[in-house]
């Protein structure tokens, strides 16, 4: 009798260890070709291919194409992964360190990720209801951080948003520049160790001179 029971949770277990491993697979297959051949090579065929899977699996397991390339982008993204974080220790404040880490590590994030270089031009140069539903997700965890900071801001001049709109696009203009044409931008070599630094510093001095002229205009 224990040995039949054993024997059915051994049936039931394993057909989800075999599932786990292949969504893996497909999900790693995503990044892989988007590495090696950009955004437009993601068909159905050519990531079942890499992954050495039947095609089917990308439907039974993810509903469709769209539905693969979603649970990739939400794994992948550095705006979601940032969220999981904040998810297990949650931000109470939002202050000038913080958020200058949080951008230094979006620009180092997306330095090193080929990948999401590729997002990001697919981003720019095609309307997708996949990368709209990923950039509002953007959006809405944005929202939670500035409400976190609207209290500095809050009738004063600085237009706290704005900044970091322009510094996020930065962000993502320097490193898709870097890769596709040179690595220089306004004498700035943005690739070597210096260039970074004089970056990061940069982002510092901004966010720290936003705070501190909030500051002085509430007086």
Not at 77 to 103: G, Q, R, Y
Request: aromatic content about 10%; some cysteine; glycine content about 6%.
């Amino acid at each position: 009798m224990l040995s039949t029971m054993k024997r059915r949770q051994g049936n039931t277990q394993e057909p989800k260890r075999d599932k786990q491993k292949s969504m893996q697979k497909l999900l790693h297959s995503v990044g892989a070709i988007l590495q090696k051949d950009g955004y437009k090579a993601l068909k159905a065929n050519n990531i079942a291919a890499h992954a050495k899977l039947d095609k089917k699996l990308i439907y039974n397991y993810f509903g469709s194409l769209g539905g693969l390339i979603d649970a990739y982008l939400k794994k992948n993204d550095f705006w979601k992964k940032t969220e999981a974080i904040t998810e297990k220790v949650p931000l109470t404040d939002l202050k000038p360190d913080t958020v200058v880490e949080i951008l230094k590590g979006q620009f180092l994030f997306l330095e090193n990720s080929v990948e999401m270089q590729h997002i990001i031009l697919w981003e720019l140069c095609e309307k997708n209801p996949l990368l709209r539903d990923i950039l509002e997700e953007r959006e809405r965890f944005g929202e939670q951080l500035f409400q976190l900071s609207d209290k500095y801001f809050k009738g004063t001049s600085v237009n706290f948003r704005a900044i970091n709109a322009l510094l996020v696009s930065a962000i993502y203009y320097i490193i898709l520049h870097a890769r596709y044409n040179n690595n220089t931008i306004c004498g700035v070599s943005t690739t070597t160790e210096k260039g970074r630094e004089q970056l990061f510093k940069a982002i510092e001095q901004i966010i720290n001179w936003c705070y501190r002229e909030a500051a002085e205009e509430r007086k």
